[in-house]
């Protein structure tokens, strides 16, 4: 139970940070990292990265 209570704060922090405009959009991650469509989204599959769906199904 301890571990739901865990994932249930991350998720409202992930949230609160996707409000206040601290996330980036899967595109902004890309140009700025310098990296491929690919290598992102494989690094979301891998955990390294993590998404937060967001309004009007944007991801950040």
């Known amino acids: 139970m301890a571990e739901d209570k865990v994932f249930a704060e991350t998720m409202?922090?992930?949230l609160k940070l996707a409000?206040?405009?601290?996330?980036l959009e899967p595109a902004q991650s890309q140009e700025r990292a310098g990296v491929?469509?690919?290598?992102?989204?494989q690094q979301i599959?891998?955990?390294s990265l993590f998404t937060?769906?967001?309004?009007?199904?944007?991801?950040y």
Request: charged share 35%; no cysteine.
């Open 12 to 14: 409202a922090a992930r």
């Open 19 to 23: 409000r206040e405009g601290k996330l």
């Open 36 to 41: 491929s469509r690919r290598a992102i989204h």
């Open 45 to 47: 599959r891998t955990g």
């Open 52 to 59: 937060v769906d967001g309004a009007k199904g944007v991801s």
